[in-house]
């Protein structure tokens, strides 16, 4: 525990000054406190025992400034430590960001969205609450019990230790209860992120929602998890709230016995009525925030428990993007070549690529056909390495892809997938993503290169048009040409094209293919298609079943060998070529 407290304490490091003038504020309020308490004894005995004239007149006045430095000062105390709360917010959720954006690809294989996205959102913000109300109240609290304990004693001490006794006690069950507590809130921030993972894929899969009639089996899903939710999230508030009336029936025991053993005092002569007043407004005074502490301490353990995630998210080894001693890597010369390439995704029993070897060279079209699952995705994933082989290298131009700087590296890399991400920003900026220092002009040319200029300027704020979250505005065939734009402009020396034209009407398949045509001049491009009759004219073609390359060679090679490629093509056009005939 004294690590995950430490470590939320050093997320406040940049708002030191404002955590400092704070705990100064906090000192004035208990102070001011511990002084109105005292007054009591000469609002008694100096007023209406001794009617003294004088004190009748100051004393109100006192106690008027007292409050009035005492508002002041909290107000200065809560504005400072709720910005203090904002910017350990900010920051964390800049700090977690960051780290997202550099984790490795397989992360995300492993860890929903809904997960992240929670971890960002509310655990940060259940850390914020700690700082802006807990650890104020902390820092207030302390002080205030300190300062109230101060009067008590300096009234008389063995009456201090009476009232004061109970409160030990009273903190054992507390302590307890802050452990389960802290348990609770990481179960119920689990619980969070199950209910933002499910409403993010209703609300990305509305359509297949609608389309298959499960409205009501959805809201099902989401009820169940949403009541245990609500379960966990109950114990927890019993936890919490069972503390105050601990304390409360810890404090009416030191009251009575106060009153009981004080007032003794009083009727014997051995302590002013008003000195005792003094003494019992400034106990009565303590137990609130003695009170508040215990429940604080509560809160803090469920401020742990999102600490704990946090720091585990923020620890997660991230991509090493210049190991030492690496180069920077430059435009493709002569070649690719896979030596004895393996790999296994975690988790599973077989290899996705096994002992694969081969050569692209220069300015080759090289074309990976085969079954689904064969492993065609996973080769062409290990060339930007958002995964590394578990046995066996990849080199560029004779370097090791190890050896080169990961940002350098993928600059060189274009990739154009079947299902293209756009931004929601505008035509503009999704073109020029990855290329920030991209001209206007610059822009354009991209965009009429990829056949996209057309339909942007039919738009009505053309480059400056909104595309929707991930691109919904525009149709399947307008996002392609604009993700072609993006990778033309970025212009690489490698190009990935990852069934690039699958999912297209015969219309728009031929306009992407005039913009893919253009993109591939001059460049080394893998090309992944289960549509066998757009990589017909590829330079060189690969057969990847199971992970092995089972066979290779050109479209007219493969055809005349008679074996699994023959097989695909068969499969495909024989129904078209008897038709023709």
């Known amino acids: 525990m004294l690590r995950e407290y430490l470590k939320l304490l050093a997320y406040a490091r940049p708002g030191v000054g404002r955590l400092v003038l704070a705990l100064l504020a906090a000192a004035a309020v208990s102070g001011l406190t511990a002084l109105a308490a005292y007054l009591v004894k000469d609002i008694l005995d100096g007023v209406f025992i001794q009617r003294d004239r004088t004190l009748l007149v100051f004393l109100p006045a006192a106690i008027l400034v007292i409050y009035v430095l005492k508002g002041l000062f909290a107000y200065a105390h809560a504005y400072l430590m709720s910005w203090t709360g904002a910017a350990v917010v900010r920051d964390l959720r800049d700090r977690m960001h960051a780290r997202l954006v550099l984790l490795p690809i397989g992360h995300f294989s492993r860890h929903s969205s809904g997960t992240m996205i929670s971890r960002v959102m509310n655990d940060v913000s259940q850390i914020g609450r700690a700082f802006s109300v807990s650890l104020k109240d902390l820092l207030q609290e302390s002080l205030m019990v300190a300062a ?46 199950g209910l933002t993972e499910r409403l993010s894929e209703t609300i990305t899969g509305i359509r297949v929602v609608k389309g298959f009639g499960t409205e009501e089996a959805e809201s099902r899903r989401f009820e169940a998890e949403n009541r245990d939710y609500f379960g966990v999230h109950m114990r927890g508030v019993r936890t919490l709230e069972i503390t105050t009336p601990l304390m409360e029936f810890a404090g009416a025991i030191g009251v009575a016995a106060v009153i009981w053993f004080g ?32 429940r604080v301490r509560n809160e803090l353990q469920q401020a742990m428990g999102a600490a704990e995630r946090v720091i585990e998210f923020l620890e ?40 694969v070897s081969l050569e692209v060279r220069v300015g080759e079209v090289l074309a990976l056909v085969g079954a689904s699952g064969g492993g065609k995705t996973t080769l062409v994933n290990l060339l930007p390495r958002f995964y590394d082989p578990a046995s066996g290298r990849i080199l560029m131009d004779g370097t090791d892809l190890k050896s080169f700087d990961l940002s350098s590296l993928r600059r060189q890399i274009g990739i154009v997938a079947q299902d293209v991400i756009l931004f929601d920003a505008t035509i503009g900026e999704n073109v020029a ?149």
């Open 148 to 193: 109230l304990a101060g009067v008590a004693f300096y009234h008389d001490w063995v009456l201090a230790l009476l009232g004061v006794v109970v409160l030990p006690f009273a903190m054992i069950p507390i302590v307890r209860l802050g452990r389960k507590l802290r348990w609770l809130s990481r179960k119920g921030q689990e619980k969070v992120a």
């Open 263 to 294: 007032g003794g005092r009083v009727i014997e002569g051995a302590m002013t009525p008003g000195t005792f007043f003094s003494f019992l407004a400034a106990l009565l005074l303590l137990y609130t925030p003695a009170k508040r502490l215990s």
């Open 316 to 355: 997660t080894p991230a991509e090493i993007y210049r190991p030492a001693g690496s180069r920077e890597a430059s435009p493709l010369a002569r070649s690719i070549v896979f030596e004895n390439v393996s790999f296994r995704y975690e988790g599973r029993k077989r290899d996705a690529l096994e002992d």
């Open 433 to 581: 993503y990855g290329s920030p220092g991209a001209s206007k002009e610059e822009i354009e040319a991209a965009a009429r290169a990829a056949h996209a200029e057309a339909f942007i300027l039919d738009l009505p704020d053309q480059y400056r048009t909104r595309v929707g979250e991930r691109g919904l505005r525009l149709s399947g065939g307008q996002r392609q040409r604009i993700a072609i734009a993006r990778a033309l402009l970025r212009n690489p020396s490698i190009l990935i094209l990852d069934e690039a034209t699958s999912s297209l009407d015969a219309e728009s398949e031929r306009l992407v293919q005039e913009a893919l045509a253009a993109l591939m001049r001059a460049r080394t491009t893998f090309v992944i298609a289960h549509r066998l009759s757009t990589v017909v004219g590829a330079d060189r073609i690969l057969v990847i079943e199971k992970g092995r390359v089972v066979e290779e060679g050109t479209h007219l090679d493969l055809m005349a060998r008679g074996g699994a490629y023959q097989r695909y093509y068969n499969l495909q056009f024989k129904d078209a070529e008897i038709v023709a005939g």
